[in-house]
């Protein structure tokens, strides 16, 4: 079992979502973040002063997923989240790592049978 | 000639066009509440430099136009009460406008609309219905001399500034996302955008509601100013009159919107309220109390379908409403003049007092006069204006939001909102 983190643009959320259930991929926990890395900040100016600010808006979606699972969602990330075909600075990353144990708060159940 | 300088008078138009002067507070809370945060600062702006721009061009230009003198030329203490009266009034037109036009039009653009509005548009039509207020000899509408009525301006403030939104609007296309085929289309754009509306959530319900609880406020002095005079006995009748319209379309828009959605809606009827002060607008002077309250319920029960329609059907994006209720309900309120206009508060009858077709025929000449006046030269300002420095913010500085494109600032500095479209 798997746990997919992915850092997402904010506008992109709705079309990763779509590449997901296409992908029958539909469970999922969304937050917002603030995040940086090669994106350069913006700037912004209050009463004639200017700052720079540089912790950016995203979009951070957690996916808990099987195995056989995972290219599947990674692919359907990427498809919505990457900025027309070559991408852009910005776009945003993916982590995967290992997921102990799942389980299901209503029935109990563990493992796949919870994920799934 | 100032006459008889009658101080009550002078002191009653003012302190009526310090409340009207408030609405543009009002408007400024609706529309901020009724649209997305990362666009507070712009549309706050923009509110605030329509008033700013449109007054002084109103004061330079506008003002003589519409009334045929000059406040510069005359400086009596009852032009300044009048000229003040009447600038605020054209600042209310002129701020319509920016809600249909939210969330997605160039900031200068904007202020030079406003320019033109208050100079020119708003003047002339107005010129047509109110002339004669300004008490030079000779000065006096056509719409005027027909028997036209509209007592506070539903048609000369609020249809122009409902058709003018209205053109503006239709100019823009809607905003990115508004009607998607699918939801992975967030790359359509543009008017052959028909797919089903999604709805964009205005971010601040309180705002709003109080945007309208000042307008509403405001508005008593909007009608019951209008007499022009302390003195008029019918003052006191107008604010009841007024008042009683907006709560009838508040209830008539709660209903229709519990029936139609099975919920009460607050948006709606926020919206429906408007719609009954705009309405009873046009025959404050004329009706009574009980056709106060009739005018009001259909009132708010047409702005529900009308927004529906705009919304849905012709698939026109007006993020606030604004044509809904001060275009469409402003021609309503106009045109139910001709039918309950009653002779013993303005001197002539409505069709259902037994006056005939003939004041409705009238009441209808004007609004459709006013409709192609102001949808008109709105549409060839707005386009004129696309042409040459463009109307519309660029796909990306939408996205993002006006705020930070526009204006280099945040509304909500230290709040993370969460925007995902």
């Not at chain 1, 209050?46 to 996916?63: A, Q, Y």
């Not at chain 2, 600038?87 to 406003?114: N, Q």
């Not at chain 2, 008029?232 to 107008?238: F, K, L, P, T």
Request: net charge neutral; aromatic share 12%; with cysteine.
């Amino acid at each position: 079992m798997k746990l997919i983190i992915a850092m997402i643009q904010p506008e992109k959320l709705p079309s990763v979502k779509a590449a997901l259930f296409e992908a029958q991929v539909s469970k999922m926990t969304v937050t917002t973040a603030l995040g940086c890395g090669q994106q350069m900040g913006y700037d912004e100016t209050f009463h004639g002063s200017k700052t720079e600010i540089n912790l950016l808006k995203k979009i951070r979606i957690e996916i808990a997923v099987n195995d056989h699972f995972v290219q599947k969602t990674v692919d359907a990330i990427i498809k919505g989240a990457r900025s027309g075909k070559d991408g852009k600075i910005g776009d945003g990353k993916i982590f995967i790592s290992n997921l102990e144990e799942c389980i299901r708060i209503r029935s109990g159940e563990i493992g796949k049978e919870a994920i799934g | 000639m100032d006459l008889d300088l009658n101080h009550l008078d002078i002191v009653w138009v003012l302190l009526t066009g310090f409340l009207v002067f408030f609405m543009q507070a009002g408007f400024a809370m609706l529309e901020t509440g009724f649209t997305r945060a990362k666009n507070a600062v712009n549309i706050l702006t923009k509110n605030l430099m329509d008033f700013s721009i449109g007054s002084i061009c109103f004061f330079l230009v506008g003002f003589a136009i519409m009334f045929g003198t000059s406040p510069v030329g005359r400086q009596t203490d009852w032009m300044f009460s009048f000229f003040f009266f009447q600038m605020v009034f054209a600042a209310t037109a002129a701020t319509i406008v920016s809600g249909a036009m939210a969330e997605r039009t160039k900031f200068v653009t904007y202020l030079i609309y406003s320019a033109v509005v208050s100079l020119f548009i708003y003047p002339v039509s107005g010129h047509w219905i109110w002339a004669s207020a300004g008490r030079v000899e000779g000065a006096e509408g056509w719409l005027q001399a027909l028997g036209f009525i509209d007592s506070a301006g539903s048609t000369v403030v609020h249809s122009v500034g409902g058709w003018l939104g209205l053109a503006g609007t239709l100019v823009l296309g809607p905003r990115l996302g508004k009607y998607s085929a699918t939801v992975t289309n967030t790359n359509v754009t543009g008017p052959q955008a028909l797919g089903k509306a999604r709805p964009i959530l205005g971010h601040n319900m309180p705002l709003a509601t109080l945007g309208v609880f000042i307008l509403w406020f405001c508005w008593f002095g909007f009608n019951s100013g209008s007499t022009l005079s302390g003195n008029n006995s019918g003052i006191a009748r107008i604010a009841v009159v007024t008042c009683l319209a907006a709560a009838a379309a508040a209830n008539g828009a709660l209903f229709i919107s519990w029936m139609k959605f099975g919920k009460p809606d607050l948006s709606m009827t926020l919206n429906g309220t408007l719609a009954g002060l705009v309405s009873i607008t046009a025959g404050c002077l004329h009706v009574s109390p009980a056709s106060a309250i009739v005018i009001g319920f259909l009132a708010g029960t047409l702005c529900v379908f009308s927004v529906l329609l705009f919304e849905h059907i012709l698939k026109i994006d007006d993020p606030v409403g604004a044509v809904s209720v001060h275009g469409v309900c402003g021609a309503f309120g106009t045109l139910c003049v001709g039918l309950f206009a009653e002779k013993a508060y303005g001197g002539v009858n409505g069709l259902f007092f037994g006056g005939g077709m003939h004041l409705l025929l009238t009441q209808l000449i004007g609004v459709g006069a006013v409709f192609l006046w102001a949808f008109g030269t709105g549409w060839v300002l707005f386009k004129f204006l696309d042409l040459v420095i463009g109307i519309r913010v660029p796909r990306n500085e939408e996205i993002r939001g006006l705020d930070i494109n526009e204006h280099g600032m945040e509304a909500y500095a230290g709040f993370q909102i969460f925007t995902t479209e």
